[in-house]
């Protein structure tokens, strides 16, 4: 974890103890893998979780041991996985420039994951004093600096990058004795810009950044490092994740949406945010990061663009659009995302915002909080500081939910690899975490060691969510509906079945964000019969229940809602109905409801003929019109419903190869 919540003048001074951390891998990629292959080669999880505890003495073997049995428990059909640690980085391993690399730490570590049938994820943090010295851009903030190397030094990395990767890939040339799970994916600094005290550009230029030096360093760095662990390991099955950021909450209400950086977004970023700062400088420099990740010139970078979504399934939408536009060639990595509700923080030189937000605050963005019975974000958290019943189990069920949204959207809008955070709450004994970290305090899929790692509704949910999307080959956006705030996600599993992840923000919903009261869509499956399988979000709940939903010519009809359900697809029989891709083609149907006659706006990607074709909640086509040779460029369509009874309708446009969808709800008689 290395986004620690904490005064300015002690940010950088526990930087340290966020590669205490570790990372597990879980859910299967549907890769076939030979049963005779080589412990070498790539392994096939996409689902993984931050491990927050330290090695022995602070926490036994036992309870590690207890821990990682919640871990498998989640992991269920895998039967395998991975887990990462590396200590505080390059300056605990070779503290002087003399000294040999230290391998102990990380080779415990290794052995004790090993025998747990995990495997291990390893940080890269270039941040010994003794590397630095004759680098003029690295900034002398508080703690240990993370810099690149000087000329004179960058040697050193390339061979303790080496050294690394030749003891933990696991080819049999001097490996670590008895490896049996190697070292796949290696990571570089994250959250390089946008630093967690609020000052924005200020802080960066004053060293309270996770990233003390400048872009092309980091960029340089990333080419000799990608070149080091492939001279390693020239077989390829060693990773490098390249840096990369996290906005915090500015893109967590969907602002000009989908523009990344419009009107409101350029605003924020140029004081219109909590603190009155300016985050412009950091802003261009993530764009300048991952134009440079993605430029093959004079070598490969990387082999992933990491990043921190921390901040709401929302942020993590838009923040994958940027990624998208400025590294398009390269996946999604998340070794790091916090799915749960954050708190508040009075600290002791500064009062954190709520949320831990900067731009524009908890409550503007969750649709679901405050509510009648927690006031306040202060209110939460002292809740859950005393054990109030009430208030744990509600924040507990909003836990369980997002995480659904937020691992779904990742892995929906481009992520291949994603690790939730935290597994297990802080320990009031981890010294370097516990003080700073009250508003991640209870994140956690279980509770802290000295309640035995008890498990939370959310560790059931996510059993489900592995159980269901293991061995899935891709996922795609389902565009049944216009308002970006209702989602549902396909995921396509061998032998044609899939499973289908739905829901839908579209109204506040504060006291009962269990029911559904956001938009009915009509949903296109291949089943005649499917399950809908409902999350966990109760105390003493350890299963999910399940409830079947009937087809009626190759759709379905639901209510959506603040809870995701998730909708098994066993894929019996091909529907009539176009799949459609989101972005295809955009439609605007106004009015909205409508009496009579609705006008349809879209905008023609080239002339050919065009055909509109509507459908019941049954699922039969009601209605259909050609429009013949319709010419390039913005059109208008109007359609007249007044011989329709009322309901919903979904309107389907197609013309060549694009088309789009939009729900049109029919009401009232005209008179």
């Known amino acids: 974890m290395n986004h620690l919540i904490m005064p300015v003048i002690l940010e950088h001074y526990l930087l340290s103890a966020r590669h205490c951390i570790t990372c597990l891998f879980l859910i299967s990629s549907g890769l076939v893998i030979n049963a005779t292959r080589s412990i070498a080669q790539l392994p096939d999880w996409r689902l993984g979780f931050e491990y927050n505890e330290l090695p022995p003495p602070f926490t036994t073997e036992t309870s590690h041991d207890t821990l990682l049995s919640r871990l498998a428990f989640v992991l269920n059909a895998q039967q395998t996985g991975s887990i990462n640690v590396n200590g505080n980085g390059w300056v605990a391993m070779q503290p002087n420039e003399s000294s040999p690399i230290n391998f102990n730490e990380a080779d415990g570590w290794i052995k004790r994951f090993q025998d747990a049938n995990f495997e291990m994820l390893f940080y890269l943090t270039p941040n010994t004093a003794w590397s630095q010295v004759d680098n003029e851009a690295c900034i002398n903030g508080p703690g240990d600096d993370e810099c690149a190397p000087d000329s004179a030094h960058l040697q050193h990395w390339i061979d303790y990058v080496k050294a690394v990767v030749e003891r933990y890939d696991g080819d049999g040339v001097g490996d670590m004795p008895a490896l049996m799970k190697p070292v796949h994916f290696y990571v ?191 209110e939460l958290f002292n809740g859950l500081e005393s054990g109030d019943t009430g208030i744990t189990n509600w924040y507990n069920a909003k836990t369980s939910r997002e995480a659904v949204k937020c691992i779904t959207t990742a892995f929906g809008e481009g992520a291949e690899r994603i690790h939730f955070s935290l597994a297990n709450d802080i320990n009031p004994d981890n010294i370097l975490l516990y003080f700073a970290s009250q508003p991640y305090r209870y994140t956690g899929m279980v509770e802290r060691k000295d309640n035995g790692f008890a498990p939370k509704p959310v560790m059931y ?113 091909p529907t009539g109905l176009t799949m459609l891709q989101k972005n295809k083609l955009e439609l605007q149907a106004f009015p909205n409801p409508v009496t009579d006659v609705v006008t349809i706006q879209y905008d023609h990607p080239k002339g050919m003929n065009v055909s509109l074709q509507l459908y019941n909640l049954f699922g039969r086509k009601v209605a259909e019109r050609m429009l013949p040779d319709v010419l390039k460029g913005e059109q208008m369509t109007r359609l007249d419903l007044s011989m329709l009874p009322d309901g919903i309708y979904l309107l389907q446009v197609i013309t060549g190869s694009s088309a789009g969808s939009i729900i049109i709800e029919k009401k009232g008689i005209h008179r």
């Not at 293991?470 to 389902?478: A, I, M, Y």
């Open 188 to 378: 570089m600094p994250q959250e390089v810009s946008f630093s967690g005290g609020g000052g924005g550009d200020a802080d960066e230029a004053n060293g309270v950044s996770f990233w003390d030096d400048n872009m092309q360093h980091l960029i340089e760095l990333h080419q000799l490092t990608y070149q080091a662990i492939h001279d390693a390991d020239p077989s390829g099955n060693s990773k490098l994740v390249g840096s990369g950021g996290w906005f915090f909450d500015l893109y967590s209400d969907f602002p000009d949406y989908p523009d990344i950086e419009g009107s409101t977004v350029q605003a924020r970023l140029n004081g219109q945010n909590l603190f009155g700062s300016i985050y412009q400088k950091a802003f261009d420099s993530l764009k300048v990061l991952l134009l440079g990740l993605s430029d093959t010139t004079g070598g490969i970078k990387c082999d992933y663009i990491g990043w921190h979504p921390h901040s709401g399934w929302k942020a993590t939408d838009q923040s994958f659009k940027f990624i998208k536009i400025y590294a398009p060639s390269l996946p999604i990595f998340v070794d790091d995302m916090w799915s749960a509700m954050l708190t508040s923080w009075n600290g002791l030189f500064f009062t954190l915002k709520d949320g831990y937000c900067q731009f524009i605050g908890g409550d503007s963005i969750e649709g679901d909080f405050p509510n009648a019975s927690i006031a306040s974000y202060q």
């Open 461 to 573: 949910t996510l059993r489900l969510l592995a159980d269901k999307l293991q061995h899935f080959t891709s996922v795609e956006e389902l565009s049944v509906s216009n308002n970006p705030k209702t989602r549902i996600y396909k995921f396509l599993l061998p032998d044609d079945k899939a499973c289908l992840i739905a829901w839908s923000e579209a109204g506040w919903n504060t006291e009962t964000p269990e029911i559904a009261n956001g938009e009915t869509v009509l949903i296109p499956v291949n089943d005649d019969t499917l399950n809908v399988w409902h999350l966990v979000t109760l105390p003493g709940n350890t299963s999910p229940t399940v409830s079947p939903i009937v087809a009626s010519n190759g759709f379905i009809s639901m209510q959506l809602g603040f809870e995701p359900v998730l909708i098994e697809d066993l894929g019996t029989a």
